[in-house]
C-alpha cells in the first residue's frame, strides 16, 4: 500500500523548516557567544585548606588563581567561624561558667559570670585585633535578631551579649535550627576585600532573613558598598533566595541596580535547578540575567576519584551549558602528592580541558541578544515567528492522522486551517507554553514515524528479493541516512518552537520525556498494522477488527513466541528505564567504558538507545523487508527501528544542550549506528544458513 501525501501540507512543512532552520542558526549564534566559563572556589574552603598545609592564607590562595580560579564564592559569616579565625572574641555562658568553677582566667570576660547582665543562655562577643569586624558583626546581629536580643553589656572592654541557644548543629544536620553561633549573619567585608586585592571575581552567597524586608535587603548591599568592591553575581544559599517570600521584586530590583547576575546551581539529578524557594521569580525578576553553575554533590566526591571528577567539568559545560564551575577541593591527596598539588593539578587540568573545549575563562557568561547600545537583553523569539514553524508541525500531524483515516485532501486542509488558526491565536496572544510543549512533544512523536513511512515506501516498491549481505548493507546506510534527515525535521521544529532564554536555562523545561520515548513507537505500531491490514479480517468495522484481535489471542504459545517476547520486554526495560534522570537501569561498567570511549573519540557522545538498538534495528528491519521474511518480524523490527529516530529526536528536548551538538549527536549516532547494524546483518546472513541446516536436520529425526 502506497503512502499518498498532500502535496500543499508538505509545502507548509517546507516553508516552516526553512523558518525553524532561521531560527535555530539564531540560537547557535546566541550560544556560540555565551562562551565563558567561571572556575570558582569558596574562600572558605581554600581558607581551610591552607590550615591543613600549614601554609599562609594569602599564598594558598594565589597558588590557586595562578592554577586558574578566578572567582572566589563569599558566604555569610558566623560567631563560630569568627572565632576560630581570631578576627573576634567569643565565649559562651556554659564556658565562662567552667572557667569560674575551675579558677581559670576568663581573659577580656572576666567578671561576666558575676555580672547582672550574665545570661545562662547566651553568647557573649569582644573584638579582637580589627575593630571593624566588631563593628560590622553587631551590626549583622541586631539586624538578625534584632535590638532586643543583643545588647552592650560593657564599654571597657567592648562586650556584648547575645541571647540565644548557642549548641552546635552537626554538618550534616544543617537542616536543623541553628543556634546563634552557628546562624548566618552578614557577608564578611574583610574577605571581600582580600579576594578583590587578590584579583578574585566575587561571587556573593547571602542567605535569607527571618521576616525580611527592605532594610534586611539593603544591608547586605550597604555591605557590599562599604568594602568597596565591586560584586559581579549572587547565587542563592539556604532554601530561600532573599526576599522570599513577599520581597522578591525589591531584591531582584537591588540586584540589576547593582548589575549582579544570578547564578543557578544545578540540581544534582542534572535537571532543573536546587529546590530553593523563590529562585524562578528571581530569575524572572531580573530579566533572565542568570547563568547555569554545576557542583559535584559533597557526599558523591568523596566516592569518585579525582580523574572521574575532572572528565566532568568540560563535557558538562559543553552539553549542558553550565558557565559556572563550582569546584570543591578533595580532601585526600592522589599519587603521594601533598593536599595542596592534589588539588592545584586537579584545577590546572579543569581549566585546560575547559579551554580546549573552546572556552574562555573568564565571568560567566548569559544568553543575551545583540544589542546596538550594549543594553543587556534576554533572548526571546518574536511570536510571528513561531507561526510558520507551529503551521507546520500540526501539517505533518495532519498528514500522519491522514495515513490512519480516509481524509480527502481538502478535509486535510480544512482540519490544519482550523487547528492552526486555534494554535496561532494562542501564540499571539496569550504566553502559550502548554501549546508550544504540545507542540514540540507532537513534532518529536510524529516525524520519526513518517520518516519510517517514507522508509516503507522505499521498502515496498522493491519488487524483487535482494539476497546479498553488502547490498542489504549498502542500501540500509543511505536509508538510514534519509531516514534521519527526514527526523531531522522534526527536531528543528522542537527546537525552534521552544527556543528562548527561559528554556535555556531549564527555567521552563520540556514536559513528558518519557511519553515522548514510547508514544512513536506506539503510534509506529498502530500505522504499521493500518498499513498492511494487521488486524483487518472479514468484513470492516471494529467487529471485524475485535474478531482479528480474540483470534490473536486464541495463539497458542511456543517457545518463539516466547523468545521475541521476552526480547521486547528486555528492550522495553532497558529502553524506558534509561530515560530521565533518577532511578531506572543501572549503567554498566562495560557501558562506562563505551561512554568514555565515545567521548574521547567523537565530537558528541551517541545515544546508546539510537546506535545499539534502533539503528541495527532498522539494517535488521530492511533485511527483512529484501528478503521477504514474515510480517510478524518486519512489525518488531520496524517498532525497534523508530526508537532510533525518535532517540535523536528526543535530544532535542535538552533545550540546555547547545543545538549543534544535538545534531551532530545525531550524525555521530548514524556513524557507530552504520558499525553495529552491518555488523548484525552480516552475523545474521552468516547464521541463517546454519540455522536452516540445524532446523532440517531436525525435523528430518
Not at 101 to 112: H, I, K, R, S, W
Not at 164 to 192: F, H, I
Not at 196 to 208: C, D, K, M
Request: glycine share 6%; aromatic share 10%; with cysteine.
Amino acid at each position: 500500500m502506497k503512502s499518498r501525501y498532500n502535496p500543499v501540507l508538505l509545502a507548509i512543512v517546507a516553508i516552516g523548516l526553512v523558518m525553524a532552520l532561521y531560527l535555530n542558526f539564531e540560537r547557535h549564534e546566541v550560544e556560540q557567544k555565551n562562551n565563558t566559563v567561571e572556575l570558582a572556589m569558596e574562600y572558605e574552603n581554600l581558607r581551610r585548606l591552607a590550615a591543613l598545609e600549614g601554609l599562609p592564607e594569602e599564598k594558598v590562595l594565589l597558588e590557586f588563581k595562578k592554577a586558574g580560579i578566578n572567582s572566589l564564592m563569599i558566604f555569610d559569616t558566623t560567631l563560630e567561624r569568627l572565632s576560630k579565625k581570631g578576627e573576634l572574641n567569643v565565649a559562651t555562658a556554659e564556658q565562662l561558667r567552667n572557667a569560674s568553677v575551675l579558677g581559670e582566667d576568663a581573659g577580656v570576660f572576666a567578671g561576666v559570670v558575676n555580672s547582672k547582665d550574665f545570661h545562662g543562655s547566651a553568647a557573649y562577643i569582644a573584638p579582637a585585633a580589627d575593630m571593624s569586624v566588631f563593628k560590622d558583626t553587631v551590626d549583622d546581629l541586631k539586624i538578625r535578631y534584632g535590638s532586643e536580643r543583643v545588647k552592650q553589656i560593657s564599654e571597657q572592654p567592648p562586650i556584648v551579649r547575645v541571647d540565644g541557644s548557642t549548641d552546635l548543629v552537626l554538618p550534616d544536620k544543617y537542616d536543623e535550627p541553628l543556634g546563634v553561633l552557628q546562624a548566618p549573619l552578614g557577608l564578611p567585608a574583610k574577605d571581600m576585600r582580600k579576594a578583590a586585592e587578590l584579583g578574585f571575581n566575587i561571587i556573593i552567597r547571602p542567605q535569607n532573613y527571618v521576616a525580611v524586608d527592605e532594610e534586611k535587603i539593603d544591608s547586605i548591599f550597604k555591605r557590599v558598598e562599604d568594602a568597596g568592591v565591586k560584586v559581579h553575581a549572587m547565587m542563592p544559599c539556604g532554601r530561600e533566595v532573599v526576599g522570599y517570600p513577599d520581597k522578591l521584586d525589591y531584591m531582584s530590583a537591588k540586584l540589576m541596580d547593582a548589575d549582579m547576575q544570578l547564578i543557578m546551581l544545578e540540581h544534582y539529578t542534572q535537571l532543573r535547578f536546587a529546590d530553593i524557594k523563590g529562585l524562578v521569580s528571581l530569575a524572572e525578576g531580573v530579566g533572565y540575567k542568570a547563568s547555569r553553575s554545576y557542583v559535584i554533590d559533597g557526599m558523591e566526591q568523596k566516592k569518585i576519584s579525582v580523574d572521574t571528577a575532572l572528565r566532568r567539568w568540560a563535557l558538562t559545560d559543553e552539553e549542558r551549558n553550565i558557565r559556572v564551575n563550582y569546584i570543591r577541593p578533595f580532601h585526600m591527596p592522589v599519587d603521594g602528592k601533598p593536599l595542596l598539588e592534589t588539588n592545584l593539578k586537579y584545577v590546572e587540568d579543569i581549566k585546560k580541558s575547559v579551554e580546549e573545549r573552546g572556552y574562555t575563562i573568564g565571568k560567566a557568561g548569559i544568553f543575551a541578544e545583540s544589542d546596538s547600545h550594549g543594553y543587556y537583553m534576554p533572548y526571546f523569539t518574536q511570536r510571528f515567528e513561531l507561526l510558520p514553524v507551529a503551521a507546520a508541525i500540526i501539517a505533518g500531524c495532519v498528514i500522519f492522522l491522514s495515513l490512519l483515516v480516509k481524509l480527502g485532501n481538502g478535509k486535510q486542509l480544512l482540519l490544519w486551517a482550523v487547528l492552526t488558526a486555534g494554535a496561532c491565536g494562542l501564540l499571539l496572544f496569550f504566553r502559550g507554553l502548554l501549546l508550544r510543549q504540545m507542540l514540540a512533544m507532537a513534532a518529536a512523536c510524529v516525524f520519526p514515524v513518517l520518516s519510517m513511512n517514507v522508509i516503507l515506501d522505499i521498502w515496498d516498491s522493491c519488487k524483487s528479493k535482494t539476497s546479498g549481505a553488502l547490498k542489504i548493507v549498502f542500501n540500509a546506510v543511505w536509508q538510514l541516512a534519509l531516514a534521519i534527515a527526514l527526523s531531522l525535521v522534526g527536531a528543528a521544529f522542537l527546537s525552534a518552537i521552544l527556543t528562548d532564554s527561559r528554556f535555556l536555562l531549564e527555567i521552563d523545561i520540556y514536559r513528558g520525556v518519557k511519553l515522548t520515548f514510547m508514544l512513536p513507537v506506539i503510534l509506529m505500531a498502530v500505522l504499521y498494522a493500518k498499513r498492511y491490514d494487521l488486524l483487518q479480517a472479514a468484513g470492516k468495522g471494529l467487529p471485524a477488527v475485535w474478531s482479528r484481535v480474540n483470534g490473536l489471542l486464541d495463539i497458542k504459545l511456543t517457545y518463539k513466541h516466547i523468545a521475541l517476547l521476552l526480547v521486547f520486554l528486555f528492550v522495553a526495560y532497558y529502553f524506558v528505564g534509561r530515560s530521565g534522570h533518577t532511578g531506572g537501569v543501572a549503567v554498566s561498567g562495560i557501558e562506562l567504558k563505551l561512554r568514555a570511549l565515545l567521548e574521547d573519540a567523537m565530537y558528541a557522545r551517541p545515544r546508546n538507545k539510537e546506535f545499539m538498538i534502533g539503528h541495527p534495528a532498522f539494517f535488521l528491519a530492511a533485511m527483512a523487508a529484501y528478503k521477504g521474511a514474515p510480517r510478524l518480524w518486519q512489525f518488531v523490527l520496524v517498532c525497534g527501528a523508530v526508537i532510533g529516530q525518535a532517540s535523536l529526536v528526543q535530544t532535542f528536548c535538552h533545550m540546555r544542550t547547545p543545538v549543534v551538538m544535538s545534531f551532530v549527536r545525531a550524525l555521530d549516532g548514524y556513524a557507530v549506528g552504520i558499525i553495529f547494524g552491518a555488523v548484525a546483518v552480516l552475523t545474521l546472513a552468516a547464521m541463517i544458513p546454519l540455522i536452516v541446516r540445524l532446523k532440517r536436520r531436525y525435523l528430518e529425526q
